[in-house]
């Protein structure tokens, strides 16, 4: 039990270090995340509860929120939202994927601030 508790605890640090950030328009979360230690690959929302809490996180309200699917989701066009990305990426990564100039990613940086 204790070798649990001492995993938990090393665990929370690594996820709280996340940092949600809404994009420029058509840049990828490669771009957004620079400044920030990069993007993470492990932190996407697994839920549209999950990403309700990212996208409060990073300032974004959606009047509207869809499964989404494509390969820069989670994003938004600044009203509606799109959260679950792709079954599969065929190897690319969700971090590099950017959609057109009015599209803004929802990006898990690793760090809170700027380098």
């Known amino acids: ?9 090393l665990l929370l640090p690594a996820c709280s270090a996340i940092t949600w950030v ?19 690959e492990e932190a996407w929302p697994q839920s549209e509860e999950e990403f309700q809490d ?6 974004q309200v959606c009047e509207g ?6 390969k ?3 994003s938004t066009d600044g009203r509606y939202c799109g959260w679950q990305g792709p ?7 969700r971090c590099g994927q950017s959609g057109d100039s009015g599209t803004y990613r929802f990006c ?3 760090a809170d601030k700027e380098l």
């Not at 809404?22 to 993470?40: E, N, P």
């Not at 929120?65 to 494509?70: F, K, L, N, R, V």
């Not at 079954?87 to 990564?93: L, Q, W, Y």
């Open 108 to 110: 898990p940086c690793n």
């Open 72 to 74: 820069y989701d989670p």
């Open 1 to 9: 039990m204790a070798s649990r508790a001492l995993l938990v605890a």
């Open 87 to 93: 079954d599969h990426m065929n190897g690319e990564t």
């Open 22 to 40: 809404k994009s420029a328009g058509g840049a990828s979360c490669d771009q957004a995340c620079a400044a920030r230690s990069g993007c993470s």
């Open 65 to 70: 929120t869809q499964t989404g699917g494509a």
């Open 54 to 59: 990212a996208a409060k996180a990073a300032g």
